[in-house]
Structures are given as C-alpha cells and as structure tokens.
C-alpha cells in the first residue's frame, strides 16, 4: 500500500510539473465557480497578469501556466517556502467558454487525496479515532485551498472588471501609431 502511495505520488508530482494537459483537463471537481463575461471581454483576457494578482501572503506562491489561449492551468509552487503550508488537495483550471459567455474555475481533486480517502474508508472499522484525525486533516487542507481558488476566483473578477486588454509583447505601440 505504501508503494503505491509513493508511486502514485511521483507519477502526479511529474504530470503537475510538466503541467501535462490530458492532466489538468479532467477529474473530480472539488471547486467550481462561473464567472458571467461579455463575450467581447472574453477575446483578450489577460493570463499573464493572473500571477501578480493573486496574493500568495503567508502562503505558497501560486504558478499559472497557459494550457492554450482558452485554458490556463495554476497549482501551488513546490518551491523552498518560509510560512505555512498544507498539503495540496486540488490543481486548478481556468477555462474562457465563448459560446456560455463565461470563465470558470475549476478546482479538481488531485489523485493521491482520492487514494488516502480510499484507504480512510477501511480504517474507520480498525481505528476510528486515527481516520477522524485524518478527515480533519484533510478537510482543513481543502478549507484553506478553497481559500486560495477562492482568491484567483476574485482576481479573474478584478481583471475582467479593469477592462484592459492584453498587451502583446515585442509590439512598439508609438511605431503602430505611425503606420496608421
């Protein structure tokens, strides 16, 4: 059973940091939120601002990785962090859907949470007071990543709300004015 775990740890700890796409594409959602958005606003959201938005304050600093230019992947560094931590229990996802007129983010259960539920399920019967320090555990993580999705969840709103489109790097804008 060990093995497994430590298995299973390695193969999801190397698709978070490929930021493998079949991945980060599917899962058991944990968290879930639409954001409502014109659909004009929808052409030019700006991923590459997402990073500084989000506040890592006492926590893990959060990477965004564009999957595509309608998808856009975070998760929390594996970095060397001097604060608190928590083990992670989900891997986001932030979707532009054009044809809802929406963003969503998505937060879905990463595989090693849904293997330790699996075992906590047997442990009840043998020690049911190790497998409610366990749930306990597990639920504080969840409360204080949803914390965190609940976060990026309000700077995807701040960015939309500013309106400003998205820059494209390498382009001179006084030498654009010029060719008009």
């Not at 937060?107 to 009840?124: D, E, K, Q, S, Y």
Request: hydrophobic residues 50%; contains cysteine; glycine residues 8%.
């Amino acid at each position: 059973m060990a093995n497994a775990l430590i298995a299973l740890v390695l193969i999801e700890g190397i698709l978070l940091v490929s930021w493998n796409r079949a991945y980060w594409a599917w899962g058991l959602p944990l968290f879930s939120r639409r954001i409502v958005v014109p659909t004009s606003a929808l052409l030019h959201f700006p991923f590459d601002r997402l990073e500084g938005e989000v506040a890592s304050e006492k926590w893990p600093t959060l990477l965004f990785h564009p999957l595509s230019k309608r998808i856009c992947a975070f998760r929390e560094s594996f970095g060397i962090h001097f604060g608190w931590r928590y083990p992670p229990m989900m891997r986001g996802l932030i979707v532009i859907d054009r044809q809802r007129g929406e963003i969503r983010v998505v937060g879905w259960c990463n595989w090693t949470v849904l293997f330790a539920v699996g075992i906590l399920i047997p442990t009840i019967t043998v020690k049911p007071s190790a497998a409610l320090i366990v749930a306990l555990l597990l639920g504080g993580s969840y409360l204080m990543q949803r914390h965190r999705f609940v976060a990026v969840d309000s700077a995807v709103r701040r960015l939309m709300m500013t309106g400003e489109p998205q820059r494209l790097v390498g382009r001179d804008p006084d030498r654009a004015d010029q060719r008009r």
